[in-house]
T-cell receptor, first 115, second 112 residues
Framework: DTEVTQTPKHLVMGMTNKKSLKCEQH?????MYWYKQKAKKPPELMFV???????INESVPSRFSPECPNSSLLNLHLHALQPEDSALYLC??????????????FGPGTRLTVT | GQNIDQPTEMTATEGAIVQINCTYQTSGFNGLFWYQQHAGEAPTFLSYNVLDGLEEKGRFSSFLSRSKGYSYLLLKELQMKDSASYLCAAPTRDIGYNKLIFGAGTRLAVHP
């Protein structure tokens, strides 16, 4: 089973709203990722958690706040977003480089629209 | 610097064979990935090459030459459903290889 689940599938939010994106995997993977993807562009890395600790923050604005409550769950808290933040947000997981395994498995994504 | 290059768009005919090329420069080589992404959907893992040579998986094959910094994805017996973007990616030594660098993606259109 290589399934990563994400909720919600679609989200429309105003610039003053607070919302959260959720991601879950039950593959025992120890690395989890958030990506942002605009149309016709490759995924753009935002955050990496390794063993439940934040290991990479790609200079993402503070209006995006990641959280890793446990090894299976990853959240992305959104607050005061801008219309240009509208994109497909992808979660991914992998066994992790520490295990010598680098392939990442992606969830279906959340299509976010900021109005 | 670190860079992955692949053609932006390709077209092919149903039933034909198409080869999508990728050249890369990364800090510390630890293999090369190919992902398929249909429009509006998540990338799905196709292949991972770490040793030189061709790896075949059904209609899809992937080739790697580490000395040339070159890979290709070969799709045989093309079907309409193969119309998608194909992403070449490599783990980078930055932060211990947990980060993938992606190419811009090759949009493949398969015509009847």
């Amino acid at each position: 089973d290589t399934e990563v689940t994400q909720t919600p599938k679609h989200l429309v939010m105003g610039m003053t709203n607070k919302k959260s994106l959720k991601c879950e995997q039950h593959m025992g993977h120890r690395a989890m990722y958030w990506y942002k993807q605009k149309a016709k562009k490759p995924p753009e890395l935002m955050f990496v958690y390794s063993y439940e600790k934040l290991s990479i923050n790609e200079s993402v604005p503070s209006r995006f706040s990641p959280e890793c409550p446990n090894s299976s769950l990853l959240n992305l808290h959104l607050h005061a977003l801008q219309p240009e933040d509208s994109a497909l947000y992808l979660c991914a997981s992998s066994q992790g480089a520490e295990q010598g395994r680098y392939e990442q498995y992606f969830g279906p994504g959340t299509r976010l629209t900021v109005t | 610097g670190q860079n992955i290059d692949q053609p932006t768009e390709m077209t092919a005919t149903e039933g034909a064979i198409v080869q999508i090329n990728c050249t890369y420069q990364t800090s510390g080589f630890n293999g090369l990935f190919w992902y398929q992404q249909h429009a509006g959907e998540a990338p799905t893992f196709l292949s991972y090459n770490v040793l030189d040579g061709l790896e075949e998986k059904g209609r899809f094959s992937s080739f790697l030459s580490r000395s040339k910094g070159y890979s290709y994805l070969l799709l045989k017996e093309l079907q309409m459903k193969d119309s998608a973007s194909y992403l070449c990616a490599a783990p980078t030594r930055d932060i211990g290889y947990n980060k993938l660098i992606f190419g811009a993606g090759t949009r493949l259109a398969v015509h009847p």
